[in-house]
């Protein structure tokens, strides 16, 4: 039997593969076998992000968009800062609705007086959106944050805020905007 250089070759590798196996200690195979993806699996998992980002229940207001309007500080005794009476600032809310909750970010500019304690951005933190009433908690680059409610209609938001500051009041007012996009 003549066998060739290349067959030589395969011959050999062949015989130090089983010779490699053959030798291997029985721990040396990892008792371990990841699981297969299905589709199933890949189904499932595309449903649990579905269910993560929530429908809109039945009769709930979408606020999502940019909204852009007033907000107008109120005079009183409990205020303590009186230069901030009747102060009037331009404002505008950028909001994402995911089922009843809502995030985004918060922006103030000049009305009749700077925004309070220069704060002219802000992050909404805490946001959620029943059948009719928008509650969210915008957090300030100062460390205050404001608690503004508001009731949708269409596209326009009328409601009351209140800023707090290390556990107290330090403003409170109404705002209304609507919905630029």
Request: proline share 5%; hydrophobic share 35%.
């Amino acid at each position: 039997m003549n066998i060739g250089p290349k067959s030589l070759a395969l011959v050999v590798v062949m015989a130090l593969l089983q010779g490699c196996a053959a030798g291997a200690p029985q721990y040396a195979e990892s008792p371990y076998t990841p699981p297969v993806a299905t589709a199933t699996a890949q189904g499932d998992a595309v449903k649990d992000a579905q269910r993560r980002a929530t429908p809109l229940e039945k009769g709930q207001v979408d606020v999502t968009g940019v909204w852009r309007g007033k907000s107008s500080a109120e005079c009183g005794m409990l205020i303590p800062d009186e230069t901030r009476c009747g102060a009037v600032n331009d404002i505008s809310l950028t909001l994402l609705q995911q089922g009843a909750k809502v995030s985004g970010f918060y922006k103030c500019g000049y009305g009749n007086m700077d925004c309070r304690n220069g704060n002219d951005t802000g992050k909404v933190a805490l946001g959620t959106m029943g059948t009719d009433l928008l509650q969210m908690r915008v957090m300030m680059p100062d460390g205050s944050d404001c608690i503004f409610n508001g009731r949708p209609t269409g596209n326009a938001i009328e409601g009351s805020y209140l800023c707090l500051q290390g556990g107290g009041l330090i403003e409170r007012g109404i705002w209304r905007a609507g919905r630029n996009y």
